[in-house]
């Protein structure tokens, strides 16, 4: 059953005021609930798992059209393959999960939950490449991974338990995993481009690369409060893990050769809370359609003895709309008015609702209301299902074009400290000039509220002045934001 009686008393909440618009909406439309009694682990729920499962399911066939194997490996990692690559130690240990007893028993060798599954991976991947005929290796997984943040924690933005899908390749070389890294971007940009995010793709820093990683691209997207979102990244390992794990295999040759690695991850969880801060309105969700678990709503309009027209058509149009293969539901539950159903299908964020009055009914006609402009318009039933698909298209370019909009506008560039921190303070994602020199960047994320988090790599961008820190000469365009 969905909402209540009241609903319609029911306070809007403005989304200017991002963060309690966002728990409400979570709440309402059943995305996530944060109240399980384990800090930093939140239950996903039905409308909300819904969507995350058409995201999973679109990443999914796109790594397997691209030969990535659908695997499924333990959760646990002992700790000798955990420890076997130094970075990355350090990089995770603070945060990683102990299992150190079973029933009451102390374990001889210590286990730990994943916190991303490299070193669960490469032992088995040593087993498997024995000759280069049998790379590449490529695999894929949707799991669950775990990592004790000490920041505060956010619903899908930041918790101690994660869902993403990570990526796990072995190759005869560094072209052709550098060929595998291409891949995975394109991979994960055609999942975001669908979903109408619009994003920009950085080289992160080297202090805040990927622990073991060689270099680390990331996806990073906006959010209403100003902070930065990184909804997924992409690790060129090189030899490193290889090195570690001894991932060699028999050349052409027959000379040993060591392979060399690439990994990626998507978190659903961010790149949910995107979709939803995105595209979100005062009256709730907006989802695009092809992740809307319900694309069409119909809502027979009940008059007193006309009761059967309006639902005998409605449900005429429901077989016709379901028989093109859209998602549609009807939803002829008399407990509630109209009102109440409208006020709960656009919390819902599904993208149309078709009204069914009698009239409708008598004169073949239908009503129907875009959720993203609330736009309504009539039509002759004969023109549905084309209506319908033109809507869709319609829907999507707007909150695409939207969202496109709002991140160019976030933008701008800063060329002294003082200008910096004004746009930091509004909340803006800066250019600044860098020469490349880590203490600078230390230096700013000290004198000012965000940090730098990388180059361009979709777009080439020349510095246009000096080091904004330093006054030496500038080697990048940096980019400075807040982040979660
Ligand atoms: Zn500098």
């Known amino acids: 059953m969905t909402g209540n009686k009241s609903s319609t008393k029911k306070e809007l909440i403005a989304k200017d005021n991002f963060s309690e618009w966002y728990d409400n909406v979570l709440l309402e439309a059943k995305i996530v609930d944060d109240r399980y ?102 695999m894929h997984q949707t799991c669950n991974v775990y990592r004790y943040e000490t920041k505060a924690t956010r619903p899908l933005y930041r918790g101690r338990e994660f869902l993403w899908n990570e990526g796990h390749t072995a190759h005869v070389d560094y072209d052709d995993a550098e060929a595998e890294v291409r891949a995975a971007i394109e991979a994960y940009r055609s999942v975001y481009d669908r979903l109408g995010l619009s994003y920009i793709m950085m080289k992160r820093p080297e202090f805040d690369k990927f622990a073991g990683a060689d270099y680390s691209v990331a996806f990073d997207t906006w959010n209403p409060d100003g902070k930065v979102n990184q909804i997924g990244t992409v690790h060129q390992l090189g030899h490193n893990f290889a090195k570690a794990f001894d991932l060699t295999y028999e050349d052409a040759d027959g000379e040993q050769a060591t392979a060399t690695n690439t990994c990626y991850g998507m978190g659903f969880g961010r790149t949910l809370a995107a979709t939803i801060a995105h595209h979100g309105d005062d009256h709730g969700l907006v989802l695009p359609p092809i992740v809307a678990p319900i694309q069409v709503v119909i809502i027979p309009i009940f008059f007193k003895g006309k009761e059967e027209i309006a639902l005998n058509y409605s449900k005429k149009l429901f077989d016709e709309i379901k028989a093109a293969g859209i998602r549609v539901k009807l939803d002829d539950d008399n407990r509630f008015n109209p009102g109440d159903k409208y006020f709960t299908w656009e919390m819902y964020g599904t993208p149309i609702r078709i009204e069914v009055g009698p009239r409708e009914a008598q004169n073949n006609k239908v009503t129907l209301v875009r959720r993203d402009t609330f736009e309504k318009t009539q039509i002759d039933e004969s023109e549905l299902i084309p209506t319908i698909q033109g809507l869709f298209e319609s829907i999507f370019e707007n909150l695409r074009a939207k969202d496109k909009k709002t991140l160019d506008n976030l933008i701008a560039d800063a060329y002294d400290l003082d200008q910096l921190k004004t746009y930091m303070d509004s909340r803006m994602i800066v250019r600044i000039n860098w020469c490349g020199d880590p203490d600078c960047a230390f230096n700013l994320k000290d004198m000012v509220s965000g940090e730098i988090r990388g180059t361009r790599w979709d777009v080439e961008e020349k510095p246009t002045g000096n080091c904004i820190m330093c006054k030496e000469e500038a080697k990048y365009v940096a980019y400075v934001s807040r982040t979660y």
């Open 37 to 138: 009694p384990v800090k930093g682990f939140s239950v996903y729920t039905g409308w909300g798992m819904s969507i995350a499962k058409r995201i999973i399911g679109m990443l999914e066939e796109k790594l397997e059209e691209n030969g990535n194997e659908p695997m499924q490996f333990p959760v646990v990692i002992p700790e000798d393959s955990f420890q076997k690559e130094e970075d990355h130690i350090e990089g995770f240990s603070g945060e990683v999960f102990w299992i150190t007893h079973a029933g009451n028993n102390e374990l001889e060798r210590r286990l730990i939950l994943r916190p991303t599954s490299e070193t669960a991976i490469y032992p088995m991947f040593k087993l498997w490449m024995r000759s280069h005929q049998d790379l590449p290796l490529r």
